[in-house]
């Protein structure tokens, strides 16, 4: 049984000097379209065409990226760098349409690239399934995620533990500034009832260096982290503590590797990653939580 794919279009994008909307350290700007041109022209095509079969796209099944011959992956890198040298570009890998290869770009997007490096497309990949599309970058970025996130240090974190057993843990790259995250936050003394533990991860959405950045850092370098996150989640001001060997950036840039590109961003212990606010209730049946609460009451513990 042969597979299809949903693609939004091969354009030609050429990788110029950031004078365009921001995806993390990546900006894009095209030959005769704006960013919001490209969307909207994305949007059109992915409505008009769904590729049922091409003559060149025949898979009986989707497969993990495979690393291809030193060459052709030495070649594609090499187009790469002559429109943007500034870019961080890691291995290439065969995607699952023929004659179409993936590539890394560090602290940014999967690109698609042609075998030549002319054409490239960013984004989502999806495989068009019985009943439903499967999003292939996803299931990639799943197995990612739990390799990185096997790497951390929870004392890099700030904890919020429950009193009891320890049921389930989320990992949520969290933003002081973001309204979404604040409420999420408010959840937390719920999610403690129910045995979740909460493991924040600094993601200040405006960048480092920026004010949300310094306020984040000094909940970090706090020793009160957990009670200066929740001042300063509360619209509370604190004194600022910029201390050397804060672990913010650092996370930030690991949350653009695991595709963070907006906060409160949940990631599971599998790799899965929930995207914006879910409330405590949600979570538990996500998690397969016992939803009975705990008798005691809401404090919470932090590190």
């Given at each position: 049984?042969?597979?299809?794919?949903?693609?939004?279009?091969?354009?030609?994008?050429?990788?110029?000097?950031?004078?365009?909307?921001?995806?993390?350290?990546?900006?894009?700007?095209?030959?005769?379209?704006?960013?919001?041109?490209?969307?909207?022209?994305?949007?059109?095509?992915?409505?008009?065409?769904?590729?049922?079969?091409?003559?060149?796209?025949?898979?009986?099944?989707?497969?993990?990226?495979?690393?291809?011959?030193?060459k052709t992956g030495a070649a594609i890198?090499?187009?790469?760098?002559?429109?943007?040298?500034?870019?961080?570009?890691?291995?290439?890998?065969?995607?699952?349409?023929?004659?179409?290869?993936?590539?890394?770009?560090?602290?940014?997007?999967?690109?698609?690239?042609?075998?030549?490096?002319?054409?490239?497309?960013?984004?989502?990949?999806?495989?068009?399934?019985?009943?439903?599309?499967?999003?292939?970058?996803?299931?990639?970025?799943?197995?990612?995620?739990?390799?990185?996130?096997?790497?951390?240090?929870?004392?890099?974190?700030?904890?919020?533990?429950?009193?009891?057993?320890?049921?389930?843990?989320?990992?949520?790259?969290?933003?002081?500034?973001?309204?979404?995250?604040?409420?999420?936050?408010?959840?937390?003394?719920?999610?403690?009832?129910?045995?979740?533990?909460?493991?924040?991860?600094?993601?200040?959405?405006?960048?480092?260096?920026?004010?949300?950045?310094?306020?984040?850092?000094?909940?970090?370098?706090?020793?009160?982290?957990?009670?200066?996150?929740?001042?300063?989640?509360?619209?509370?001001?604190?004194?600022?503590?910029?201390?050397?060997?804060?672990?913010?950036?650092?996370?930030?840039?690991?949350?653009?590797?695991?595709?963070?590109?907006?906060?409160?961003?949940?990631?599971?212990?599998?790799?899965?990653?929930?995207?914006?606010?879910?409330?405590?209730?949600?979570?538990?049946?996500?998690?397969?939580?016992?939803?009975?609460?705990?008798?005691?009451?809401?404090?919470?513990?932090?590190?």
């Amino acid at each position: 049984m042969s597979s299809s794919y949903l693609w939004a279009g091969v354009i030609k994008i050429l990788l110029t000097e950031p004078n365009m909307e921001q995806r993390g350290s990546f900006t894009l700007q095209t030959d005769n379209f704006r960013e919001k041109d490209i969307k909207m022209f994305s949007k059109f095509i992915a409505v008009v065409v769904v590729l049922a079969s091409l003559s060149t796209i025949v898979h009986g099944k989707s497969e993990p990226a495979q690393n291809v011959d030193a060459k052709t992956g030495a070649a594609i890198v090499a187009k790469l760098k002559t429109a943007r040298p500034d870019l961080d570009y890691g291995g290439v890998t065969q995607s699952p349409i023929d004659g179409i290869y993936q590539v890394q770009v560090i602290g940014g997007p999967v690109l698609y690239v042609t075998g030549n490096g002319e054409y490239f497309f960013d984004g989502d990949l999806y495989q068009v399934k019985p009943s439903r599309f499967v999003n292939l970058r996803e299931q990639a970025m799943v197995g990612q995620r739990r390799e990185l996130l096997a790497g951390l240090d929870v004392e890099d974190m700030i904890v919020f533990s429950p009193d009891g057993p320890t049921k389930s843990v989320i990992n949520v790259f969290t933003d002081v500034d973001c309204g979404y995250c604040r409420k999420l936050h408010r959840e937390v003394p719920d999610l403690n009832k129910r045995g979740i533990e909460v493991r924040y991860l600094a993601f200040p959405r405006a960048g480092i260096g920026s004010p949300s950045y310094e306020k984040i850092v000094s909940a970090w370098c706090s020793e009160t982290p957990g009670a200066t996150l929740t001042e300063l989640k509360n619209g509370g001001t604190v004194e600022s503590n910029q201390c050397a060997d804060n672990p913010v950036a650092a996370q930030y840039r690991l949350g653009q590797q695991m595709g963070v590109n907006g906060t409160p961003a949940i990631v599971l212990a599998d790799g899965t990653m929930l995207p914006g606010y879910r409330p405590a209730a949600e979570l538990a049946r996500v998690l397969g939580v016992d939803q009975a609460a705990n008798a005691q009451g809401a404090s919470v513990e932090s590190n």
